[in-house]
Every structure is written in C-alpha cells, then in structure tokens.
C-alpha cells in the first residue's frame, strides 16, 4: 500500500510540474470540486489501481486490472544437451517455427558413440545366441545334443536378448535420437516456434554441466492471460468468466480457467488465469495488456446495488467511494445496504453505470486528505 501511494504521489508530481493554464469560465466545477483527484489512465496504472462496475439486476458488472500475457506451461518445452559433447550443426534460430520431430541441433559426443557401440555389440551377441540356438534345437530334434544342452542354449540367448533390451533402454533414456555412431539429433518435442536459444555452434556441454538448454519451444495458439485480483474481486469471479483483453489496436474474448484458492505469499492477491486464442498471431508472450472481466449475477430485490466492500472508504465520515471520471476520480458519498459477503449493497449515491476504484481506493483517500490538507494552508 505504502508502495502504491508513494508512485500515486509521484505520478502526481510529475503531472503538476510547471505553471497551470488558467481554467475558462464555463469550465465544468467537477474538475475544481473539492473531492477530486487528476489522473490519467497512465498513472492509474503505475499506482496499481483496479476498476470496476456496480452489478444492476439483470446485468453484468466488469472488473479491470493490468495483465500479462505468457506462454501456455503445458505447450511449452525445453530442449537440452542430453549428454556431453560438442555442438556441431544447428537448423533453427530464435523465432523459427519448427514441427514435431524436425531437427534443432546435431551434437558429437563420445559419451554417445560408447552407447551406440554397446547397442551394436549387444546385437551382435543376440544374432549369435539366437543362431546358436536354432542350431542346437535342430540338432537335439534329430538326437545330437542333450536337453541340458539345449537349455544352456536357451539361456545364453535369453541373456543376449536381456542385454540388446538394456542397451537400447540406455540409448533412449540419454536422448539419443538418430544419428551417426557418434552423433546426436535433437529433435523439437512439439510443433511451435523457437522463443529462446542458447545453443551456439561450438558450444561444448561437460557432463557434470548445470544448465544445458539448448532452445525453449513454445506453441503460441494459446496464451495464459495472467492477473492478480484483491480477493474480494476475486470471489465474484468463476472458471468460464469472459475477460475482454485490450491492447493498442487489438481487443479479443478470453475465458477463465482458473481462479487461485490461495493468496499470494508476497502481493496478498489472487492469482487468475485465463485462456485467449492465439491462432491468428496478433499477441506476444510477455506483452503487458489491459483485462476486462464479466460478472454476471443479480441483486436481489430491495438491495440496490451491489460493489466490493474494499471499493467503499470513510470520507467526512460518510462512506463513499470514488467514481472514475474523464480528469481521474471523484468523490461519490453513498448509503449502503446489507453486506453480502465481499459485496455491500448500495442505496444511494450510484446510478450503476460508474466505474468505480477498488484497489488502490485507499491510496486515493490519503491522496485526497492530503490534497485537502495543502489547499487549507493557503
């Protein structure tokens, strides 16, 4: 909160420096009443503040808040060095697209020779058990060995056959996907596009190395839409909820899937995850954008409307809230109603077609006090 104020008051700051233009005449009083403040929507956002809508019978409120776009962790891999050795070919650079299967990198690796050539001793020993064994099964049909004989054979070529499983399994569990006896192809796990490379021709991997990434492939037909809600705004939102995701130039329909049950440790919010539709490749992971949510729901006869208690604070010991406006915000004195939950009803005061302050409403009543307080002592 402290956080919250101090970049409120400097945006303030900034936004107050040099000599004000005297107002016209007919200038509408809201801008000079007392109980408002000026904000642009630039440092509403630097100050944190979460918006939101009076739910009306019969119609949906909305609530916004910044947002972040990301990559979908389900649709998302990381390729590494599956053992050590030294990178000689690359097929794809950063931003690439890439489909299932299709070659990223070729690494030389002794490591990866000695298991290849274990595969192919082991084979050999195989094709010999199994030669022996169909050699002394024809023999023992027509008398010329013993059972016992016959069994040593079995088991000889049961043990080769063990033994060719084994190094096979080695090979797979290292990586290996093709390649010559030396040599490994890295393969792209997913259809997507490179977002990050850091393998670089010549790169050598040791086999005690921490970190052997080598790309991180991503499918970006799907993004997770990612914001933070203080919980009573939370509560009013349910999986399937649309969001509206805006940015400049673009606006697209989310949907909620996941509402977080738990605060966050550090930011005391609720973490919310929407999916958006990425096919048509008009929106970045890691871009910032603008989140509208849609609450749907109905008051209750006789409850007027219905806001989130934390949007309500004590002005001239009256509750109220602030109302935003095309300068910032002003003050709205309000009568309230019965609490339902994280909601309060409101009686007076709002005609349901605001936009109100709820995170961050605090930070507006200190700015507000101490605004009051310095046009006092002029």
């Known amino acids: 909160m402290f956080r919250s104020i101090a970049a409120l008051c400097a945006a303030l700051l900034v936004a107050g420096c040099g000599d004000p233009a005297p107002a016209p005449e007919n200038e509408s009083a809201e801008s000079h009443a007392e109980g408002a403040i000026a904000l642009n929507a630039d440092q509403i956002a630097a100050a944190g503040i979460t918006l939101t809508q009076p739910t009306t019978a019969g119609a949906g409120a909305a609530i916004e808040a910044p947002a972040l776009l990301e990559s979908d962790p389900d649709a998302t891999r990381i390729v590494a060095a599956p053992l050590e050795g030294r990178i000689v070919g690359l097929t794809r650079n950063l931003g690439d697209p890439v489909r299932r299967g299709e070659t990223l990198a070729v690494i030389e690796s002794r490591a990866a020779a000695a298991l290849q050539a274990e595969v192919e001793r082991t084979r050999t020993r195989a094709n010999l058990a199994r030669a022996t064994l169909a050699r002394d099964q024809a023999l023992s049909d027509r008398g010329f060995r013993t059972r016992r004989e016959l069994e040593i054979s079995q088991a000889a070529a049961e043990e080769a056959e063990t033994a060719l499983r084994l190094a096979r399994q080695q090979v797979g569990a290292s990586g290996v996907r093709g390649g010559s006896l030396n040599r490994i192809v890295v393969t792209s796990p997913i259809s997507g ?7 670089v021709l010549g790169q050598v991997f040791a086999a005690d190395a921490v970190e052997t990434e080598l790309f991180r492939v991503a499918n970006l037909d799907r993004l997770s839409v990612t914001l933070s809600l203080p919980p009573a705004d939370a509560a009013r939102v349910r999986p399937g909820a649309m969001v509206e995701i805006a940015a400049p130039g673009r606006r697209q329909a989310a949907r909620v899937r996941f509402v977080s049950p738990v605060l966050d440790g550090e930011t005391r919010l609720v973490r919310v995850i929407a999916d958006l539709d990425n096919r048509a490749g008009q929106w970045r992971a890691g871009e910032p954008v603008q989140a509208r949510v849609r609450i749907t729901g109905e008051a209750a006869p006789g409850r007027g409307l219905m806001i989130p ?70």
Request: hydrophobic share 40%.
């Open 309 to 378: 208690a934390d949007a309500v604070q004590t002005v001239e010991n009256r509750p109220a809230v602030f109302v935003r406006t095309r300068e910032g915000f002003r003050v709205a004195p309000v009568r309230l109603g019965r609490r339902d939950g994280p909601l309060v009803a409101v009686m007076e005061g709002l005609t349901g077609t605001e936009t109100i302050a709820v995170r961050g409403s605090f930070t507006l009543k200190a700015e507000l006090g101490k605004g009051e307080a310095d046009h006092g002592g002029h």
């Open 193 to 199: 596009r490179v977002i990050a490379r850091s393998a």
